[in-house]
């Protein structure tokens, strides 16, 4: 299957993507909907993966929101590009690690042609600057329909992760790429991009692009 539709949500309550991505997993399960890339922000939220442990969240100041993808606590916020990735695994013939390696792939060839060096790191999920995290990565699966996906710190309130310990590591490892590179990247820059090499390391030939306005579930 190599046809995507892409959403740009813009500024989206958390609650309300997560009702969109269980709407568009059953669309995709049978067959009413392709596979399908979500691209929004959020106001500020924290969620808590399968793997958060207690001590993760260390102010509780901000809603929190448990949630059933992988990985642990997390910030979201204006100024960080999430991801949302509806993708049929049997039809796209592909497996849930080699999803995650493309994903991979996507960010990191985004972030190159930012000049920004980045890359995997053995048993450290996401994505890394040396030793600066600046993507994460937490999905789930429903009857081989993949949902939730990543987010890449792009203008991102650093200091808000202060609240948590980002998959469990000290609030100090985040990283964002206008921080990185002292310079201001327009979100439409990095969605452009995001979109256009994701389509390139997923092989998919024809793409459909909606608006926020024109979506609906």
């Known amino acids: 299957m190599n046809r995507l539709n892409i959403i740009d949500l813009g500024l989206t309550e958390y609650q309300r993507a997560l009702d969109i991505q269980k709407t568009l997993v059953k669309k995709r399960l049978d067959d009413s909907v392709t596979d399908t890339l979500l691209l929004l922000e959020h106001p500020h939220v924290i969620t808590l993966g399968r793997q958060t442990k207690p001590g ?16 642990s606590a997390t910030y979201h916020g204006p100024g960080q590009l999430i991801g949302y990735v509806i993708i049929d ?15 991979h792939e996507s960010l990191i060839r985004t972030l190159s042609e930012l ?37 890449l710190n792009v203008d991102t309130d650093l200091d808000k992760f202060k609240i948590i310990r980002p998959c469990g590591f000290d609030s100090q490892i985040m990283t964002s790429i206008n921080y990185n590179k002292k310079k201001k990247h ?28 024109s979506y609906s579930n």
């Open 56 to 71: 993760d969240v260390l102010d509780n100041s901000m809603p929190i929101v448990e949630i059933d993808r992988g990985g």
């Open 89 to 103: 695994l049997r039809r796209k013939g592909i497996s849930v690690p080699t999803l995650i390696t493309k994903i």
């Open 115 to 151: 000049d920004i060096k980045a890359e995997r790191k053995r048993k450290k999920p996401g994505i890394w600057i040396e030793q600066k995290k600046i993507a994460s990565i937490g999905l789930s699966v429903r009857n081989w329909i993949t949902y939730h996906g990543f987010s």
């Open 186 to 213: 327009s979100m439409e820059i990095i969605k452009s991009s995001i979109i256009r090499n994701f389509v390139d390391v997923f092989e998919y030939y024809k793409i459909e692009k909606k608006l926020k306005a």
